[in-house]
């Protein structure tokens, strides 16, 4: 609406533009955020994930696991800056 697009033509505009899905463009924000906040506080996983816009943890353990290969909690664990 903002923007004055339908959702569908928003999604091909932005896919045109940046040559990547909107959704996966959202969950790399979303995941590079999490990994941040992961390694600077001492919040819980399940805090974070619900704070950078994840609703589901299952969802976001999986989504986590396969962008950096390790859980959020052997991420957060490892010497990894």
């Known amino acids: ?3 004055g697009y339908s959702i569908s033509h928003f999604m091909r505009w932005f896919k ?7 959704t996966s463009y959202l969950n790399e924000r979303r995941l590079v955020a999490a990994a941040k906040a992961l390694k600077e506080n001492d919040e819980t996983i399940l805090s974070i994930a619900n704070k950078v816009g994840f609703d589901n943890l299952s969802n976001f353990n999986r989504q986590f696991k396969k962008r950096y290969g390790i859980s959020p909690k052997t991420y957060r664990n490892s010497n990894n800056p």
């Open 16 to 22: 045109q533009v940046t040559g990547s899905s909107f």
């Open 1 to 3: 609406e903002i923007c």
